[in-house]
């Protein structure tokens, strides 16, 4: 499994460091603390604080859990009437073809959107690294539905919770790292994230009266900054 140690003023700071050069998040890793740190006397000859950051092994295997889907993803859907029919068939299909078990639960809104919850064994395949392969095999369902039916259906699909899970700790993230911009203030720049991701991040922090957010970059690799504001 990859790991890496980083020394920094502080352990948020180190294992921040770490995050960036493994390019993972904190719910994808173990944290070690080494050392926690030490201010000096007046600020001087202080100690560092050190941490190792390991990347769990379900996100090791993330990558290899993508491919797979993209691999498995049949040309033409199975026969069905529906979009429930559809989704469901299709899903099958790429489920068996992983060698995966695992139930199906989808239910259909009002306003054209079709929920699915997969559950089983071995489901951090199908979230992969960052919920990239959940993403990718939500994309595919939907376009395996929406070329078969007349009117447009949102495909939401989500295995253990997970997309409610992320927004927590992608709320958390915000909220803490918002806390080092006014801590250290500086501006802090997060990981490259999908645009759900950043909207999460844009949002918890909008009402915010010490830091404002924007993004930069190019996608993939399209980045939130928390900007402190000044003052106090």
Same mark, same amino acid.
């Given at each position: ?15 921040? /460091? ?8 904190? &719910? ?25 950051? @390991? ?6 295997? !993330? &990558?290899?859990? *993508? ?7 049949? !040309? ?10 559809? /989704?469901?068939?299709?899903?099958? $299909? ?12 989808? $239910?259909?809104? &009002? ?50 919770? %997970? ?10 993230? /915000?909220?803490?790292? /918002? ?9 802090? @720049? ?5 645009? %759900? ?15 404002? @957010? ?8 399209? *980045?939130?900054?928390?900007?402190? *504001?000044?003052?106090?």
């Amino acid at each position: 499994m990859k790991s890496v140690i980083k020394n920094a003023k502080s352990v948020d700071e180190a294992v921040a /460091a770490a995050l960036a050069e493994l390019n993972v998040t904190e &719910d994808m890793v173990t944290v070690e603390v080494l050392e926690e740190g030490k201010k000096g006397f007046l600020g001087l000859a202080g100690r560092d604080a050190s941490v190792r950051v @390991t990347v769990n092994e379900e996100s090791a295997d !993330a &990558d290899e859990g *993508k491919e797979a889907v993209l691999s498995a993803a049949p !040309a033409d859907t199975a026969d069905g009437d529906s979009p429930i029919e559809i /989704a469901e068939n299709f899903l099958k $299909q790429i489920l068996a073809s992983m060698e995966l078990e695992a139930d199906l639960s989808i $239910q259909s809104g &009002d306003d054209n959107t079709v929920e699915i919850d997969i559950t089983g064994d071995d489901m951090g395949i199908l979230i992969g690294r960052r919920g990239e392969t959940l993403s990718a095999l939500q994309y595919l369902t939907s376009l395996a539905v929406n070329r078969r039916t007349e009117d447009y259906y949102r495909i939401v699909l989500d295995t253990e919770n %997970y997309k409610k899970r992320r927004e927590e700790t992608l709320k958390r993230l /915000a909220k803490k790292l /918002a806390g080092n911009a006014v801590r250290y203030r500086r501006n802090v @720049t997060l990981e490259a994230m999908s645009p %759900y991701e950043r909207r999460v991040i844009h949002s918890e922090l909008q009402n915010d009266p010490m830091v404002t @957010t924007y993004s930069t970059g190019e996608e993939p690799n399209r *980045k939130v900054v928390i900007v402190y *504001k000044g003052g106090k």
